[in-house]
């Protein structure tokens, strides 16, 4: 620590910072452009001047930057002195000299980054009479709008997207006040997190296209914590609805998992919750609606008069929904609702988790890691935050080359020049290319049982001592040599693996990695398993039994009514299999917010809320328990599908919070999930948290076509947030804050106001409870049995070369089963096809587009060849989680092509 003096006060501040950095984490208003946490410093804009003075006795200083300057002991600045004010004044001046009077009518209006700076400096008056000049927009495709006029040519777009996120489709082009910043020529932006782009840039010159089909301004834009429910990571975002609607995702910072980035899927799957999908009102096969009582005393009574029922429960609802259908139905009766793969994969996993010597790191820890094994798991795809999160992990060694050099670590232009291509190593084993392999130190393409077998060889070359042999040639050798040498010289090693390669040989082998390295260092190996769906570890902890093993108890007769929550039972199982069960069932509840196949194929419907209308708990990969809050409440009969299960089993539940201490105290698991957010009893001086900001306008105009006068607003009894714009604003606790703002801070910068340090943990902590640490088990018993792994793997790695395995590929926009209903992820969703390498195509006297019959458990496919160089040899791919083709699981199998 040391103590400096900015404007004749004294603040205790960190050496090793930069001045601007250490001026907002002491919430002092410094203007700034170019300069963003994630990004570091280049000094572009020059919009944070300062006057630094050389001792005590200087009384004139001079002009610095403050993003470029780094405080130590001793030093003086001046915010406020009259040049350095008038410095900045003159700098907005000349950058809004083009910009467009366009505020009333711009998206970013009330948020904007901008307005905020300009206001900031004084500068209410424009003296420039000239001719601005004008540029062409393009068409960025389905997810961004591009108004170049705005640009005030600050660089964070392409500072972000090229150098934090690895893209290469968005260039700066010309120079002076003519650059220009797009696409060599119109088109979609390719990387996976162009959606940040709204939130990065400073002005209006990328918004939202998503947003703008349904706009509103964010002052009347009701909000609330929540989560992400596209995938296991559990990113943080804060929803907003207007007029019943869900109208955007906004990032919310976490300093543990998503910091200041989602992923484009995460960002614009919402409008789920908009589609015309949605199930709105009950519905019975062959009868008139009843009502909302009628309902619950149908299903009450079909219940009672039920001789066997099994509830099939769902990773994507909440713990306390699968809570409530495991005790309508009894432990015994309870079907977790996996694929069979992932069932297998998830419980090694957890097993792993729970007994072996390892610690799931989050997102903040995976970018501190210093070398990485990644098998098995297309992880851009499967789980792109972690992808990004992984993309900043290599630049650690150039942080170690710039820590020598004693450059700063946020000179990020200086640290990008001293580093070059130099980064800490990546190795990457999966059955194709990636979008990280532009990154890694070395690439292994293979099978599922090579991948595997490559994870034990590691293993075997990390502890020699193991007596366990493997024939393996000299280049597969060499390269698990060089894997494990990196994993033992490095400081922070991880282990990245997951369910995407849908074998539990590949998970299995990752954990012996894991568990070898760990007994070899003497503490935890950092691994993160990648899971498919927002509580799939959570519904796995709760423990139940297979899907087949429902399957079975009705075929046998032992079960003559199911239940089942939240799942599309088609995107588990082959279709004739799934037909079968639903038909031989005597009766077939389902609870749900879309109606899918097998809610079409129900003699009940009950409509469920989706995670916007409704309040509950979810368990992510890293084995954080996180709440997510109720954005608007649900209308017409739907209801939270704990309400539905309780009512018909006669519990005395009356709201969540009660169903969410049950379940922590019958099942010890959980015992941890109330401490995941405050109770519905909190208030901060007696008041509730409002979930509308308080510039909220016109709520009596809202529902002017249908009451002359305000209604009431909804009551929320059962939540500390208020669906009102009274309340707290001030000392929310960050499990609790729908949205930042503070004076003087209306964009998405004013988390800064939030954080306890400027891009680390905020103030209060991160919200979430972790569920899983690290056994205290030896590491060693856990690192035994390799042999008999590798001695099943030997019978498959000799198949025969004119047979194909069929595998899955991920795709970040399709393969997830909610976000595929927004129109624009639709745009971008492949279309199904079947992948073979060049090779095996050729021998199949094949060529691209060329169409091909499969046949699988019963079912037929006609699908067009894509022939993919980047895939392993043998191996037939398929696009991962398209509708009817979502159950295709690769397994021990291989696979004859036939016309």
Request: net charge negative; glycine share 8%; aromatic share 8%.
């Amino acid at each position: 620590m040391a103590e400096i003096e900015i404007d004749g006060q004294h603040y205790s501040i960190r050496t090793g910072d930069n001045l601007l950095k250490t001026c907002l984490e002491q919430r002092l208003d410094l203007p700034y452009f170019c300069w963003h946490p994630a990004l570091g410093s280049v000094g572009a804009c020059r919009q944070c001047a300062v006057i630094q003075y050389q001792n005590a006795e200087d009384q004139r200083g001079r002009l610095v930057m403050a993003c470029m300057t780094p405080v130590a002991e001793g030093m003086r600045f001046s915010l406020q002195d009259p040049q350095a004010q008038g410095f900045r004044a003159g700098i907005i001046e000349l950058l809004m000299s083009n910009h467009p009077h366009d505020c009333p009518v711009c998206e970013e209006g009330g948020e904007c980054h901008l307005q905020d700076m300009t206001e900031m400096t004084g500068h209410t008056f424009r003296q420039y009479r000239g001719r601005k000049r004008t540029h062409r927009n393009q068409n960025l495709g389905p997810f961004i709008n591009h108004e170049m006029n705005r640009c005030i040519a600050c660089y964070r777009c392409v500072r972000y997207y090229q150098d934090y996120c690895g893209g290469h489709d968005l260039q700066v082009f010309a120079a002076h006040h003519h650059v220009y910043f797009g696409r060599h020529e119109d088109g979609a932006l390719e990387n996976e997190f162009s959606g940040n782009l709204v939130e990065v840039c400073p002005t209006g010159v990328f918004t939202d296209k998503t947003f703008s089909r349904h706009y509103t301004r964010k002052w009347d834009l009701q909000s609330a914590p929540s989560i992400c429910p596209h995938c296991a990571i559990g990113c943080n975002i804060s929803p907003g609805e207007r007029y019943g609607t869900l109208r955007r995702i906004a990032n919310r910072y976490h300093g543990e998992i998503n910091g200041y980035f989602l992923c484009d899927r995460g960002r614009f799957g919402y409008e789920f919750v908009n589609s015309d999908r949605r199930i709105h009102r009950s519905l019975l096969r062959n009868q008139p609606p009843l009502g909302m009582k009628g309902v619950v005393n149908l299903f009450s009574n079909l219940l009672k008069k039920s001789d066997g029922i099994i509830g099939i429960a769902s990773p994507r609802a909440s713990l306390e929904a699968n809570f409530a259908l495991r005790e309508l139905v009894g432990a015994e009766h309870f079907h977790l609702g996996f694929s069979g793969s992932e069932q297998v994969q998830i419980a090694a996993i957890l097993d792993i988790l729970r007994q072996g010597p390892v610690r799931v790191a989050s997102l903040r820890e995976v970018e501190q890691a210093d070398a990485i094994f990644m098998l098995g798991e297309d992880v851009a795809n499967t789980a792109p935050r972690l992808a990004l999160s992984l993309r900043q992990a290599i630049r650690n060694e150039a942080f170690a080359i710039a820590d020598r050099l004693k450059i700063p670590r946020w000179q990020d232009a200086a640290v990008r020049t001293c580093a070059q291509s130099q980064g800490s190593p990546l190795f990457i084993a999966s059955f194709a290319a990636t979008r990280l392999d532009d990154v890694a130190t070395d690439t292994y393409r293979g099978g599922p049982e090579e991948l595997a077998r490559l994870g034990y060889a590691v293993a075997r070359h990390l502890n020699p001592a193991a007596q366990e042999t493997m024939e393996l040639n000299p280049e597969f050798d060499e390269l698990a040599a060089r894997i494990a040498s990196a994993l033992k010289s490095a400081e922070r090693p991880l282990i990245v693996s997951g369910t995407g390669c849908q074998s539990p040989s590949v998970t299995r082998a990752a954990g012996q990695v894991a568990c070898v390295l760990a007994d070899l260092r003497g503490k935890p190996s950092a691994v993160h398993f990648v899971l498919p769906e927002c509580n799939s570890l959570g519904l796995a902890m709760m423990g139940g039994h297979s899907l087949a093993e429902a399957f079975l108890a009705v075929e046998r007769g032992e079960a003559k009514t199911v239940i089942v929550l939240e799942n599309d039972l088609y995107r588990r199982a082959a279709k004739p299999r799934v037909k079968n069960f639903l038909e031989q069932a005597g009766h077939v509840v389902v609870i749900d917010h879309l109606l899918h196949e097998t809610a079409q194929q129900a003699e009940l419907v009950l409509a469920a809320t989706t995670f916007a209308e409704s309040e509950g708990t979810w368990v992510s990969s890293e084995g954080r328990a996180q709440r997510y809050f109720a954005v608007f409440p649900p209308t017409d009969e739907i209801q939270d599908s704990w309400r539905w299960l309780g009512k018909a089993g006669g519990k005395s539940w009356r709201s969540i919070e009660e169903v969410t201490k049950d379940c922590a105290e019958r099942l010890p698991a959980f015992r941890a999930i109330t401490w995941a957010a405050p109770e519905a009893g909190f208030r901060i001086n007696g008041q509730k948290i409002p979930r509308q900001p308080h510039r909220y306008s016109g709520r009596t105009a809202m529902l002017a076509q249908a009451h002359t006068h305000e209604p009431k607003q909804p009551a929320d009894e059962q939540s500390p947030l208020a669906y009102s714009m009274e309340g707290a604003l001030a000392g929310r606790p960050p499990a609790l804050n729908p949205s930042v703002w503070a004076p003087g801070w209306n964009s998405s910068q004013a988390v800064n106001q939030f954080q306890a340090e400027i891009g680390g943990h905020l103030n209060g902590g991160d919200p979430g409870m972790r569920l899983i640490e690290p056994s205290a088990e030896n590491p060693s018993e856990l690192a035994t049995g390799m042999s008999d792994a590798i001695q099943n793997l030997a019978p498959i790695m000799n198949r025969q070369a004119w047979r194909l395995r069929l595998v899955p590929l991920y795709h970040v926009f399709g393969s997830e089963e909610l976000s595929m209903l927004s129109p624009a992820l639709a745009e971008r969703t492949p279309n199904p096809y079947l992948a073979l390498h060049p090779e095996d195509a050729s021998a199949l006297d094949l060529k691209e587009g060329d169409t091909v019959g499969i046949k699988l458990a019963g079912q037929q496919w006609r699908l067009p060849v894509l022939i993919l160089p980047n895939l392993t040899r043998g191996l037939a791919g398929i696009p991962a989680g398209l509708p009817e083709m979502a159950w295709v699981e690769q397994g021990p199998v291989f696979w004859d092509l036939g016309g």
